[in-house]
């Protein structure tokens, strides 16, 4: 007999070679940085919308996939913050929008795809994590990108299906999961109806990342989580961070879901720094 198949891994392989027919258009170019809008093709035809941005600091800079949360964009507030962090310490960002969102938005469809009512919400989170793959394949193909030194930092739903992906894409040299969490059937309560709650447990043995994360090491993973979360449970976080292995670090902000402090976007920049790009996150030339 062969080795067992991993079921799960086989919802998240893809096509590296696949065309990705890409389309940029500059948005802004000046002595600091230029930035483009970006559509390629991912997986299932699906085309993906993205933003890059590139500092002029050298002329092959790390590389940062953002990937935001509900309701959320490639443009969201938090994930601009994050990009001009990172930009400040030499990265280049991409940020894509995940599907139903943003330029991909549909009013027919539910936005909260990390929840395991459906399938169309556990093919939805699947086809994140695979547009992720596909953003670092665009990365990978351009010339004045380090697509080597790669790291990856997740925002809620974001960090939820980023952890699948960094699992099962090993050019990810880094993960930063910030609030995020796993094992969320906890946050069921026991189904009146004995079908729905057998499909949820079928959808989050797919997708939970409680299933996913140990896979991330030896990656090192740091996680980012707030003691006054009202969407994350905090046994939720310590689950997932329970899951993985090392190396592993999390670390507790006073904060609400959505109210983190900008330590914590420092911190996240500097374990990117060390841990993706190589580079000593307290020398000297950094933006503070």
């Known amino acids: 007999m062969g080795q067992e198949m991993d079921w799960r891994g086989e919802f998240y392989r893809h ?10 258009k500059l948005l802004k170019s ?3 940085l230029d930035r483009w809008r970006v559509e390629f ?6 085309r993906v919308p993205a933003v890059l941005t590139r500092p002029r ?27 001009r962090g990172l930009l400040g310490g030499g990265f280049a960002t991409i940020a894509i929008d995940s599907p139903y969102h943003g330029d991909r938005a549909r009013s027919d469809r539910d936005m909260r795809f990390h929840n395991f009512t459906s399938y169309t919400n556990r093919n939805a989170a699947v086809q994140s994590a695979l547009d992720c793959m596909r953003a670092i394949d665009y990365a990978q193909s351009r010339d004045d990108l380090d697509g080597e030194r790669l790291g990856f930092v997740g925002f809620s739903q974001g960090a ?3 952890t699948a992906f960094c699992a099962h894409d090993e050019r990810v040299k880094a993960v930063a999961l910030v609030v995020g969490g796993g094992n969320f059937l906890r ?31 030896p990656r090192p993973l740091l996680m980012i989580n707030a003691t006054r979360d009202e969407l994350i449970p905090r046994r939720c976080a310590e689950d997932l961070f329970d899951a993985a292995r090392s190396p592993k670090e999390i670390l507790w902000h006073e904060a609400t879901h959505s109210g983190l402090p900008a330590e914590a976007f ?6 990117l720094l060390r841990e993706a790009a190589g580079i000593d996150p307290d020398q000297e030339g950094l933006d503070r």
């Open 187 to 217: 946050m069921y309560p026991p189904a009146k109806n004995p079908a729905a709650r057998a499909r949820a447990e079928r959808i989050a043995q797919t997708i939970d990342p409680v299933h996913h994360v140990a896979r991330i090491a």
């Open 15 to 24: 096509d590296p070679k696949l065309p990705l027919d890409a389309e940029e």
């Open 57 to 83: 600091v050298a002329a092959r800079p790390p590389v940062a996939l953002i990937l935001h949360g509900v309701t959320g964009s490639k443009e969201a507030p938090y994930v601009r913050a994050a990009s």
């Open 41 to 46: 093709t991912g997986m299932h035809e699906h």
């Open 160 to 162: 939820i299906v980023g």
């Open 30 to 32: 000046d002595e600091r």
């Open 266 to 271: 420092r911190t996240v920049r500097a374990f």
